[in-house]
């Protein structure tokens, strides 16, 4: 998928671009918790707090990996995973890694994962002198331990992750997780390039979130692009040229210029209502991560907030949030969007969104995205559950507070999840506590026994939001976070528009509100499409809105209708694309 550079020439590097734009600046390779990390230098003043860091980041690895260790007693884990931990936690405490890189950063004044990282080399490199093969495998678990300390001290606020990244720079990663990436929310910076990753994994949502360029898939990126060089980073058209000469150069400054013009234009339409030609409403809502997200929520003009991936709270933090916490954030969001509806998805943890010290999730599922995870996770843990619950019913009194079930499969877990809701205010009554009593239910379609058997959801739930990422996930058994098959991965594969008109025609037939909110929605090409499927709720990033709401003003609904059946009952992707071009004509 890349070329091949030559020294210091120019070369294009292709990939998937999961956030469109162009942005010219120069590179800044970063790492993520693995074995590259940055370096920097400590003012003098700073060296104590720094060992300070690293010992506490020390302390909390031993305590994960005890943590760890007690709960499998309690389970019937296997015998040598209790050993294994013994050693790490045994490697952890030797001196050569608890003690050494601490005067590593009070000699050389530099960062705590610097510092690990040399201490770390060092020791390797003596395991690889070792003769007996046992002994040297076991560097393994030296890197594995180092591996969680550095994730430890890279999921802190502070001086780490990106120091000096501005307005002109572009991060080059190999590949990242959708909690580093949010972390790069509070730094500015021009684009991001990693080398892994698919278009709707949650690492390239919010990295559209960011709302910069990104091109992900770009395989050896990482390895070829060297720090400082100059990018043209072209989110809509998948491309990284790295070292454009002058002609490329002043093209891009030029393209990029029309595009700040276009999205300028773009900004009349924010208090405009989404509707179309034959005067059918179009409600379209906004995707959010974090309570920051707010403020661009409503430069949007969104309509609402269709979908809060709650989890997100969850990460990058020490422990799990209080009930108290997590009400402060929601009623937060809720008062922020000032009356306008507000649907937060209880949390979706498992799969590729993974927290440390949940018992459920730290095991190493053989096939994570099956595993334990959203709706069946929080029914393994239902004392989570209940904190979040009861904390989401608190702030549905201050606003239009909705709750949506992500990744329900079958009318038990829908009735469970219901029950719980039940307990959840029952307990906040015996407390006194005020709530919207009547807060809507909703289920989010991610799984295609959910559409097969979607009377279910209607008759149980009071919305539904189809999850376009996961139903394609799960339909086409293509993981969407493996770059090895991101090509597999196609919205407009007959299956998945089968499915999607099914839930939508039976929602729309029992009057059940339905949204789509998975990066379809925000896909431009794809508007006319789902609209001609009846859709008339999109979720989609803030950043969408207003190229989707031009498409909604410019689209004759009825006109479409005939149309969107053929491509309905086609099994050839031939005709579909091509019948495609004719919706968008
Ligand atoms: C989806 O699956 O389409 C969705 C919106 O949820 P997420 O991307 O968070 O899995
Ligand atoms: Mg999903």
Known sequence: ????????????????????????????????????????????????????????????????????????????????????????????????????????????RCNAEWALTQQMGVLVEQFDQIEDPYLRERKADVVQVVERVLKRLLGKPGPVGIPGAEAQTILVAHDLSPADVIQFKQHRFAAFITDLGGVTSHTAIVARSLNVPAVVA??????????????????????????????????????????????????????????????????????????????????????????????????????????????????????????????????????????????????????????????????AEPRLFLTQLRAILRASQYGNVRILIPMLATVAEIDQTLVMIEQAKDSLRDRGVAFNARVPVGGMIEVPAAVLAITAFLAKLDFLSIGTNDLIQYTLAIDRSDDAVSHLYDPLHPAVLKLISMAIVAANRAKVPIAVCGEMAGEVRLTRLLLGLGLRSFSMHPAHILAVKQRVLTTDAGALKAIALRMRRTDDPVRLAALLDKLNA
């Open 1 to 108: 998928m890349t070329a091949v550079p030559h020294a210091m020439s120019s070369f294009a590097l292709h990939g998937i671009g999961v956030s469109r734009g162009i942005a010219i600046g120069r590179a800044q390779l970063v790492s993520h918790a693995t074995l590259e990390v940055a370096h920097y230098t400590i003012p003098p003043s700073g060296v104590e707090a720094e060992i300070a860091r690293f010992d506490t980041a020390v302390r909390e690895t031993q305590q994960e990996l005890a943590s760890l260790h007690a709960s499998m007693k309690a389970g019937d884990a296997p015998a040598e995973f209790g050993a294994f931990l013994d050693v790490h936690w045994m490697i952890l405490s030797d001196p050569t890694l608890a003690e050494v890189p601490r005067r590593i950063v009070a000699e050389q």
């Open 218 to 379: 770009t395989h050896n990126g990482r390895q070829l692009i060297r720090e400082n060089e100059l990018l043209i980073v072209d989110g809509s058209n998948n491309v990284v040229i790295v070292n454009p000469d002058r002609s490329v150069l002043a093209e891009y400054r030029l393209k990029q210029g029309e595009l700040g013009l276009e999205r300028a234009k773009l900004k009349r339409l924010k208090t405009k209502p989404a509707m179309t030609i034959d005067g059918d409403e179009v409600e379209l809502s906004a995707n959010i991560e974090l309570p920051d997200d707010v403020p661009q929520t409503l430069e949007s003009g969104a309509n609402g907030i269709g979908l809060f991936r709650s989890e997100f709270l969850f990460l990058n933090r020490e422990g799990l949030p209080t009930e108290d916490e997590q009400f402060e954030a929601y009623r937060d969001v809720v008062q922020g969007m000032g009356g306008r509806p507000v649907t937060i998805r209880t949390f979706d943890l498992g799969a590729d969104k993974q927290k440390a010290g949940l018992d459920g999730l730290s095991r190493v599922a053989p096939n994570p995205a099956l595993g334990l995870r959203a709706v069946r996770f929080c029914l």
